[in-house]
């Protein structure tokens, strides 16, 4: 079984006792060792009252608030009896005010390997805000659940940056959160004190289904591994007024619109990834109801993603030539969600989702299979120079 950086800092008393003075506990609800004890309750057992505050990412401490601007308030723990410091608030980096009295700050979250997914962001400005202070910041290692092997989609246009986008890396990025870690200090200029305590039993190769792990949602609407996998494809939805399944039990893993006619289009997608030779996923004709947000109480028609194979299975393709073919099969029906998205009051949403504006232009011209390869590999290259140089497993 593969044993965590908390695992590995509860169990090592060397580490232990590298991380000195007053700490602070960058968290969530999937903050968990092997046998599901959150962080908080292992790092008080280690560190006793030296655990001095708790930070939060997106969606809160527990995991229980929704997405986009949705913000967590700063609070006391009624159970811990520690302030919580909220990082999807007034303020995404962390003030001097909150980083007071603070020798060492702890950071364990698991990411989902995509891009967009904000809490390697949180990480990097925790990061920032502790070089700037002088404060070490430790990193606990998990693992990318969708695999550190394969590497998906375009890198960023720094024309783009965003919270959801904030360094040049691919939509799916194939690193650990630990790594993610050394990127930033390594390539893009974050100074930091930083040391990672990585994890044992890992291989690159290993999706969440293979570590042996617990998985606890990381955010409301990812209650399963299977939709970590489906993620870096359905989230694009998230810039359309197509559902990505947000008010199902499946957010995420359903895709669909009141106007879209599944039985009639799927013949259609069918080909469209024959000829793409995309394989390794079934797409399921359902209807569903949202119970909120997109098309809250109205019947959608579409499709869950269901993966057959984990290794050939690739999200950001599928979720590209999804999001063309709905774009053309529901015409005007189909609109662009407009700004604001995640603190951007400018940009398009699906340009900072895709980190572009050419995937954009290329679904509304009905562009071909060769060119969204082309786009598929912009920057990939260095990206993988980059990356080479700061692996850890």
Known sequence: MVKTGLDILSSNKTAQQDIKGNIGYLCHAASIDTNIQHGIDVLQSIFGERLSKLFSPQHGLSADVQDNMVESDHFEHSHYHLPVYSLYSETRKPTPSMLDNLDHVIIDLQDVGTRIYTY???????????????????????????????????????QYRSFIGRYPMPMRHGLTIGEV????????????????????????????FDTGLPWV????????????????????????????????????????????????????????????????????????????????????????????????????????????????HLGQAFQWKQPPYEYEYNLLPIDILNGTDQVRQWIESNGSLSKLEELDMIGRGDYLKQRDQILIY
């Open 181 to 208: 870690a050394q990127m930033a200090t390594t390539h893009w200029d974050v100074k930091c004190e930083l040391n990672v305590i990585k994890m044992t039993g890992y291989d690159r190769q290993m999706s969440f």
């Open 120 to 158: 390697i962001y949180t990480m990097i400005y925790m990061m920032e805000a502790c070089g700037e202070l002088g404060i070490p910041v430790t990193v606990l290692d998990r693992p990318n659940p969708i695999d550190t092997v394969h590497v998906e989609g375009n890198v960023l246009d720094m």
């Open 217 to 328: 949602l990381p955010s409301p609407n990812l209650p399963t591994v299977d939709g970590a996998y489906v993620f870096p494809g359905s989230v694009l939805f998230e810039g359309t007024n197509i559902s990505e399944g947000r008010g199902t039990s499946r957010g995420l893993e359903i895709i669909g619109h009141p106007d879209i006619k599944h039985f009639d289009l799927l013949k259609t997608l069918t080909s469209m990834f024959r000829e793409a030779k995309l394989e390794g996923f079934v797409l399921r004709p359902v209807t569903f109801i949202p119970t909120f947000q997109k098309h809250h109480g109205i019947p959608c028609q579409g499709y869950q993603v269901h993966v057959t194979d984990l290794q050939t299975f690739e999200p950001w393709k599928v979720g590209q030539i999804l999001c063309k073919a709905f774009y053309h």
